[in-house]
Structure formats: structure tokens, C-alpha cells
């Protein structure tokens, strides 16, 4: 019978066929045990000698890394596999030899593994990975298809910039100029106005020059907005949403954690409500900390929110940033205009910004003022201004950045694992 690694715990007795490829090996004149993967998963092939025919232990014996094979054997409980399983081997069939795999067990540098990404994927380590990606993907949708959202999928070719101007990715639209999607809120906030509560996953560009752990030039984006929803009730599906996420990794994806190296303790503390700290406070607690540097006003960078994250064990929200370092189309706070109805989630353990959120400016002469404000032409922004026209209400929305919450999640020290196949400021290949 033919079946996955996946499913050989519904086996377990039985002779099996699966088709894999061979991970590593390791045998002596006896005995050879054969590390496979199908892609589902990760198993031990266990060949001795004297109880299969002498072809066969040859075969097993010559298997070169990355050769795909189907392999006969019964499936057995091991309880020193972290997997739970063994197979015991009585037919090796070759499907094609790979001869000079690049990526061997050795270490390999960092910009080779990058160079051969197509075959680093194979590895256990970029599976656990990706396998926590998957969760992160899949439990985004349950939770929100449970929250009574609908998915809406916004535009990637666009003809006007939500985050400001200089980072565009820009191209023909045949006569037209268009941008690739920095991101798909404006076009959300029409959706809200139609359905209520939506979201989006979808990729998203910047053409940032940023070479550091956490910027992809490409990412992909998760960016919920609701009607009638003011900045306090975001927060609330924010951190609600963070810790539902955290859990199902938690729940689902125990091995791969594993595998990572992952410190679970700290992920299980991640449970709503999250801590909040006004940016007048990240300043004060940053002035404490002896960042003399930073004054009102400005944005923070990696070093700064490292250190303020450092306060707390949970992500923590960063409200009201000065109006003139945020885009044109926040709500300003009732009291002090000089601030906004916004947060940014901050992550634990110095994995940085993971959410940018606000409430949105509804009404329709501040909307247009703000525009001028910035510059921005009411022209390219009329469709947006006649959401301000026709029953507007007060809503909000937020984005979630996917790798960085990949990166947070899993461990793992720089963006450019967290995707399948990164963009960087140096890199389009593979
Ligand atoms: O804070 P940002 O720029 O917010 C927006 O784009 C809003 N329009 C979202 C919304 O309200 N609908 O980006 C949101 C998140 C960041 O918090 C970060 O996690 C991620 O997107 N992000 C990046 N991730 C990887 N590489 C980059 N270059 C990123 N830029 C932003
Ligand atoms: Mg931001």
C-alpha cells in the first residue's frame, strides 16, 4: 500500500510503500539506516542485512543524498525517534540517482544556502520553518472566518501609495504609470464599507534600502479592517488575533518547534490582553534607559524598540505616535491633534514591529486637508475621499507582517528563512 510519512501511525504493523528521498545515511557491514523525508515528513529506514536480499542491501548501502527512491518495509513504534516511528526495510527501488548534492551535511555559509534556496528548502530545518508559516496562514483564516470577517483581495497593480511615496515599485499599466501594492489598506477600508469586517493576505512591496533581519522587499500581509470599529475595539481583535495564532503554532506544530530549538515557554506566556506603553512613555522609558539620542518626534529603529520590548514578556502595543511621522490618513487624537489614533505591536525577544495599525480619518474635510498636507493630489485620491461621502463611519484596520511574525514565532534570527523564496536589496535569485 502507498502512503505518506505522514500517515504511517495508521500503519503501524503493516508493510508500506512510500516514495521519498534519501535525507542522509549512515551504515556499517550489517546494518543501514537510511534518514528519508517525503516532504509530509521525516522517518528512519532501518535495512539490516541479513534479513533482506543481498541486492537490496547493496542498493541501500550505495544511496547517494537526494536520490529518490521508493521504499518498501513495516512500519514500527520507536520511541527514541522524536518522531514516534521507524521502517523496517525490505525493498529499495530507485526512482533517479542524484550524484554531487551542493548542500551536504557540513555548514555551509549563508550566501550559498541563499544561492541554492531552490534545494535548501529541502532541508529539515527550512521544513519546521515553513511548516509554522503554513499554521501561522491557516490559523489566520479560521480566526477570522470565525470573527464574522469576509476575505477581500485587494489589487496588486495600483495607481496610487498608501505609505508615502519614495518606496514604489514603479511600471507601465500600458499608457498609464502603476505601482505594485505597498499595501492593500485603502482599497480595504472600501471593502469594510461593503462588508463590515474584512481581511486580506496577499504580498506586498517596498522598495526599501533596508538590509537588516527584518525587511523583505516582497512580504506578504494580513490587514483586517472593520466598520464601526474605533482604535481601542482594534486592539482588542489585534491582540486577541497575535494569541490565537501563537497558541495554534503551539498546538499544532510541536515537532518543528521543536526541531528549531524553539524556547516554548516564552510563546505559551502569549495570551490577550498585551501591555501598552503611549510613545510619550517609550520616550520617557527610552531616556531611562540612557538612548540620549532619541528626541519627541522621531521614529524609533531596531535599537529602540529592542529596548523597549525588553520591559515585557508579552508583544506590546506602542500608541499615539506624533501625527507628523505617520501617513495622511490617520485619525488624529480628540485631544491632542499633534498625536494619532495608532499602535504598533512590538514583539517580544527583539524581533521588532509586527503590526502597524489605526484608526482611519472619516471625515471628509480633514481627509481632504491632510491630503494637501502631504502633498497627495485629491485627483488620485477621489475614490477614497467618496467613501468620506456616502454614510462614512468611524472604522480601523491594521496589517500584520507575516515573515516577521514567522521569525518571531519560530525562532529564527533573520527574515530571509521565514519565505519561500526571499526578495532582498541584493538578491532575486533564485
Ligand atoms: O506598518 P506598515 O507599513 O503598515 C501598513 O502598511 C498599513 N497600511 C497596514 C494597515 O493598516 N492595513 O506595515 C505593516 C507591517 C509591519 O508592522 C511589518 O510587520 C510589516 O508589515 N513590514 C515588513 N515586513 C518585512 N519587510 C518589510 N520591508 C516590511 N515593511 C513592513
Ligand atoms: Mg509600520
Known amino acids: 500500500m502507498k502512503i505518506t ?128 508559516r503554513n499554521e501561522i496562514i491557516r490559523s489566520t483564516y479560521e480566526f477570522f472566518n470565525q470573527n464574522g470577517f469576509t476575505k477581500i483581495d485587494p489589487p496588486i497593480l495600483t495607481g496610487s501609495a498608501p505609505e508615502g511615496t519614495t518606496e514604489l515599485f514603479h511600471t507601465k499599466y500600458f499608457e498609464e504609470d502603476a505601482y505594485l501594492s505597498q499595501s492593500g489598506q485603502l482599497y480595504m477600508e472600501a471593502a469594510a464599507m461593503a462588508f463590515g469586517k474584512v481581511f486580506s493576505f496577499g504580498p506586498t512591496f517596498r522598495a526599501e534600502k533596508s538590509k537588516t533581519r527584518r525587511h523583505l522587499i516582497e512580504f506578504w500581509m494580513i490587514e483586517p479592517e472593520m466598520a464601526f470599529y474605533q482604535h481601542e475595539d482594534s486592539l482588542k481583535v489585534q491582540e486577541e488575533y497575535v494569541a490565537y495564532v501563537v497558541q495554534s503554532v503551539l498546538a499544532n506544530c510541536k515537532l518543528d518547534l521543536q526541531r528549531l530549538g524553539r524556547d516554548t515557554s516564552k510563546l505559551e506566556k502569549i495570551k490577550a490582553p498585551f501591555p501598552r506603553i503611549t510613545y510619550d512613555d517609550a520616550i520617557k522609558l527610552l531616556h531611562e534607559k540612557g538612548f540620549d539620542d532619541i528626541q519627541w518626534g522621531e521614529d524609533f529603529g531596531a535599537p529602540h524598540e529592542t529596548a523597549i520590548a525588553e520591559s515585557f514578556d508579552m508583544p506590546v502595543f506602542i500608541t499615539n505616535y506624533p501625527t507628523a511621522i505617520k501617513p495622511f490618513y490617520m485619525q488624529p487624537h480628540p485631544e491632542r491633534p499633534e498625536v494619532v489614533l495608532c ?14 495599525g489605526s484608526e482611519r480619518i472619516h471625515d471628509y474635510d480633514l481627509l481632504v486637508k491632510r491630503l494637501k498636507d502631504f502633498h497627495l493630489s485629491e485627483d488620485a485620491y477621489k475614490w477614497y475621499l467618496e467613501l468620506r461621502k456616502y454614510g462614512s463611519v468611524p472604522h480601523s484596520g491594521f496589517g500584520l507582517g507575516l515573515e516577521r511574525t514567522v521569525a518571531w514565532i519560530s525562532g529564527v534570527e533573520h527574515v530571509r528563512e521565514t519565505i519561500p523564496f526571499p526578495r532582498l536589496l541584493n538578491r532575486i535569485y533564485p
Open 5 to 132: 510519512i505522514s500517515e504511517v501511525g495508521q500503519h503501524i504493523g503493516e508493510e508500506v510503500t512510500i516514495g521519498v528521498w534519501l535525507n542522509n545515511k549512515r551504515s556499517s557491514g550489517k546494518i543501514a539506516f537510511l534518514q528519508l523525508r517525503d516532504g509530509t515528513g521525516f522517518i528512519q529506514g532501518v535495512v539490516v542485512k541479513s534479513e533482506v536480499d543481498e541486492e537490496v542491501f547493496k542498493t541501500a548501502k550505495s544511496l547517494t543524498q537526494e536520490t529518490s527512491l521508493y521504499v518498501t518495509g513495516t512500519v514500527t513504534e520507536d520511541e527514541r525517534s522524536p518522531f514516534g516511528y521507524e521502517l523496517q526495510v525490505k525493498n529499495v527501488e530507485v526512482i533517479h540517482e542524484a550524484t554531487d548534492y551542493p548542500i551536504t551535511p557540513k555548514e555551509h555559509g549563508t550566501e550559498f544556502l541563499m544561492d541554492h534556496r531552490h534545494l535548501w528548502l529541502r532541508s529539515r530545518r527550512q521544513h519546521a520553518v515553513m511548516k509554522i
Open 343 to 356: 499602535a504598533d505591536l512590538i514583539a517580544p525577544e527583539g524581533y521588532g514591529e509586527i503590526i502597524g
